[in-house]
Every structure is written in structure tokens, then in C-alpha cells.
């Protein structure tokens, strides 16, 4: 598995992440004010159909939500920092 940090950004509130997966780019945003995590994992299908992403009010429900080892790897990174 290997999966690249593209950028870290903070607004002041939300806290934006992008990674590179071996098949995606992984987005996610935190906003820890009102308590939620944003996931989009751009692929193809992705690409084609367009989306927000799926919003979850904690990561024990991000990580819940994914069966990916990569994605799981990716929730966990963020949570723990």
C-alpha cells in the first residue's frame, strides 16, 4: 500500500487533507467547531458521476463506513492528529 500526503491546509476552522492513493485521491475535511468529516475519494467513477462526498459526524463512523485498508489508513492518520 502506498499513499502520498499532497497537501494540508486550515482555513481557521476546517482543516483540509489530500492524499494520493494507488487508485484515487483521497479528500477529506475536518471541522472540528461543529463536529464533522467530510469524505470524497475521487475515482473514476467519481470523475464521471461527480459528488459532495459523504459527510460523517465522527470517524468511528468514517471508519466504519469504508472497508478499504487504504482509506482506513488514510481516517486514521487524520484522527489521530
Known sequence: M????ISQETDGTRTYFKFQGKRNVINITVNPKVGYV??????AAHRAYRGMGKTFDNFAQALNAYK?????????Y???L
Not at 467530510?38 to 475515482?43: G, H, I, P, R, Y
Request: proline share 0%; hydrophobic share 45%.
Open 2 to 5: 502506498s499513499i502520498q500526503i
Open 68 to 76: 478499504s485498508t487504504e482509506m482506513k489508513a488514510v481516517l486514521q
Open 78 to 80: 487524520v484522527a489521530e
Open 38 to 43: 467530510n469524505v470524497l475519494n475521487e475515482t
